[in-house]
């Protein structure tokens, strides 16, 4: 079934695997919205493809570690669209020197937490946007209200101790999509992670990259344009997480629990046992009488 007349919500639209997934969806006739730090670079971006005719491109200028900048340029968004399909929490940072290493210090120095705040935090924002969205709308004629697209990494299962801090972001990131990712079906909406290892973005230095390519250990953005593409019309997976590697793509499973008593804790995916479970862990028995939520019938 053709994509043409859907639209899109990509933040860091205007460069790297963003870029790449507005120009994908483009070119299949889905209006994007460019949601991107980089003002110049997301505008310039968005006449190109207007010029091509294929589909209706929009832009804002947002830095996604602020709610309400955030809010505003998906309002912006809706006004341009209506209606919202896809949502893509593209927009990311590297690690940042997170913490003093002065061993002379007296005083405490605060750690600077800003790759979470735009990594995880800003994901999570944005998936709350697209959600409620999806909440007010009608189900399309493939059964959906709309479709969240999360970038996570192979840092997001993998050990990486000289990104500790990036590293916690990208597990916070793979963990959400798997638990709430499971929950969401229910109500028509689909939320997956694409963990891709190295890719030629601008989160790192070309020279880096120039070394991973020469040793072969270059992702290419086409294999993360395959698995995004999967998802895109019928296709109903979610909570999946999905590792992209040099040499191809496997889907990663959470990890099997360590006996019985832990898989009945750890595994109810039915709504009305989720709510048992949540009375039993939080001690609150109201919990357990929570109606599911309201959406669009």
Known sequence: MSEAGKSAFITGGASGIGKAVVKMLSEKGVNVFIADYNTVAAESFAAELN??????????????SDWNQLVEAFEHAIAAFEK???????????ERKWMTNKPSLHSWEAPDLSTLDVDLKAVLNTCSLAIQHFRRQDLNKQGFRGKIFCVSSVCGFYAVPTLPIY???????????RSYGAHLPTEGITLN????????????????????????????????????????????RSGQIFEVGPHGMQTRDAPEPMDADTGVLMGPRNPRSMRKLNALILGDRRWANITDVEIKK
């Open 51 to 64: 010029g091509t005719g294929k589909a209706k491109a929009a832009f804002a200028h947002v830095d996604v």
């Open 84 to 94: 919202i399909d896809y949502v893509y929490p593209i927009a990311g940072i590297g």
């Open 167 to 177: 590293t916690a972001a990208k597990y916070g990131v793979t963990g959400f999509v």
């Open 193 to 236: 992670a694409i963990c891709p290892n190295v890719v030629r973005t601008a989160i790192s230095s070309s020279d880096f990259y120039d070394k991973c390519e020469a040793e072969n250990l270059l992702t290419p953005m086409q294999s993360l344009l395959d698995v995004f593409e999967s998802l895109l019309g019928e296709d109903g």
